[in-house]
């Protein structure tokens, strides 16, 4: 197998990633973007925003995140700043759902310097327009998960830590 393509997921693999946004905290940001979305949108927007955010509560955590971020994008203005903000927030809490399922201090530090390196790019990203920040949140967001799948493929052992020429 290569490593793009390692095989099957062993057990601990399988272990490391949530199924879904279910934890109490998960659940209630997408509640959270329901609202906002339901607030801040006409009624077709609002639809399609609540659609998509039922279709969230389905989904892993990121794939959570990244339907959230398109049901914003239905509704959501610049003048709605405040909101976009709080419903960014709840995002965040989705997104870090799988780091909040251990009791592990270092995970639960390390989802804590996430939440506060994704407020600073959404606040850099709002200075500009909200598709500016929604673009840097999902950038950040695929940098940071690229760099989880590799650390756990070295981990498991499936690619080597270096590089090969």
Known sequence: MSAIFPGPRSVAAADLVSPSARDPLG????????????????????????????????????????????ALATTATLADGLAVGLAQLALLAVLTEPARDRSVPLAIAGTFGAYAVLLGVVAVGLRESLAAAGGLLCLAVALGAYLARRATLVRLGLVDAEAKE
Do not use: E, K, W
């Open 27 to 70: 659940v209630v940001g997408l509640l959270v973007v329901l609202g906002v979305t339901l607030t801040t949108g006409m009624v077709r927007g609002a639809v399609l925003a609540g659609v998509l955010v039922c279709v969230a509560f389905l989904l892993p955590s990121t794939l959570a995140f990244v339907v959230g971020q398109l």
